[in-house]
């Protein structure tokens, strides 16, 4: 990397598991991002305000309760409307009630306006791959 990127992580919702997201914040700070983790039960004002303050590139959303849905269909209008029409979105955990097929509750949170959505990923492998494809330029 030719700058150190900086990237927002965080749960989204009425959401209080917090083992992923600590795990992922290791590994990401390991891989070489400043990471600044706002923990559980977050608003979309929360990731808003928090990624203008640590001049984020990039907004990590998780949740495992999967009722992001609620809480994130607005949050690219959110970041637009706040000047951060730049700012890469992913979100990924389990991210629908129910059984759901996976290429469909990816797509639905694409046209939120996510760049990048992981329903039920098994590992955090895809991520750190796209966020390495993402970030390159």
């Not at 900086?6 to 009425?14: C, E, F, Y």
């Not at 269909?73 to 955990?93: C, D, E, P, T, W």
């Amino acid at each position: 990397m030719s700058r150190q990127f900086r990237l927002l992580i965080g749960v989204i919702g009425n959401d209080i598991h917090i083992v992923a997201n600590i795990i992922l914040a290791r590994g990401l700070r390991q891989s070489g991002y400043a990471v600044c983790n706002i923990g559980v039960n977050s608003t979309p004002l929360d990731f808003v305000a928090a990624s203008a303050e640590f001049e984020a590139d990039v907004v990590i959303v998780s949740s495992i309760n999967g009722e992001a849905e609620g809480w994130v269909s607005n949050l690219r209008l959110a970041f637009n409307a706040a000047g951060q029409n730049k700012i890469l979105l992913y979100i990924g955990g389990n991210l629908a009630v129910g059984n759901q097929p996976k290429k469909l509750v990816e797509q639905r949170y694409i046209e939120f306006g996510f760049d990048r959505a992981y329903h039920q990923p098994p590992n955090f492998d895809v991520l750190f791959d796209d966020l390495a494809t993402d970030l390159q330029g």
